[in-house]
């Protein structure tokens, strides 16, 4: 791994790890995607246009799965409605900069697909599924979303087991067969907010079926009818399974997950390069033990780890 100097400046987990592997993630500025001023609308376009009101998104009240919160804890990932720790506060700040992406703002359009976000990593046991799920877990308490956690690493799906849940049809079997919706595939937990879409049966064609044309009407469906609800994938790492670069071409962000000390550079860099489908990558830096700005979230609230 090529030495490099501590970052000078704070930041975010994805403003360090940017730093620290000289990457440059896609940044949308004012200048690059600013919305259009009303002095630079034509005359002849002057006509107001009466915005369509969407129709709100009634609640589901169909059974829902209770999640194992002792499982949970034991793990490391965020408890719901359980104290504030550092890791909740890091997933507080990796999650703005996601649904302001996907969002928008008054500044900025929102990104295309930006709803959808996937995350890799390079190569297994880098944290890419913790990543995953405990940006999930923090997104579910938002007020204004709701999230879907899909398990997409086929080969290797953990997600239930990691919720302590039991196994079910998935995307996989969504996408093989034309008469199974895959809405019918998701499970709606007792968390409120989180839903989670299994990997489904394993099967050796799965990046042939990721690529072909069905793959986009099913993952429209996630959405159509809740355009508050935000898609995370958790994928196969980059550089060990094939679906993550054809899964790269149907998101609008790519999380990166780096392992502090352990992901080179060239592994990083090749494996961004498999992930060029999609044009707004970010670098996501996992198991730092030093900051070297003292930082140490969770203290401030009385619940210092």
Known sequence: MNEYNPPKKTGSLLERAGEIYDYIPAVRTGEQRELPSKSAQPETLSRQVTPVRQRPVEAYEGPTV????????DAGFIVPDGPVTGISEEFRIIKRQLLL????????????????ILICSAHPNEGKTFCALNLALSI?????????LVDADFAKPSILSSLGLEGSKG???????PQLPVEDCIIHT?????AIL??????????????SSRTEQVLNRLTQNNPNRIVIFDSPPALSASPASVLAMHVGQVLMVVKADETTETALRDALSLLGGCDHIQLLLNGTKFSPTGRRFGSYYGYGE
């Open 66 to 73: 209770i999640v194992d919160r002792d499982k949970l804890r």
């Open 101 to 116: 992406a996907a969002k928008g703002s008054q500044k900025m359009a929102p990104l295309p697909r930006g709803e959808r």
């Open 190 to 194: 007792d968390i409120p907010g989180l």
């Open 140 to 148: 579910a308490a938002e007020k204004d979303n709701e999230v879907l």
């Open 198 to 211: 299994p990997a489904g049966d394993q099967t050796n064609a799965d990046t042939e079926y990721l690529a």
């Open 171 to 177: 995307l996989m079997d969504a996408l093989a067969d």
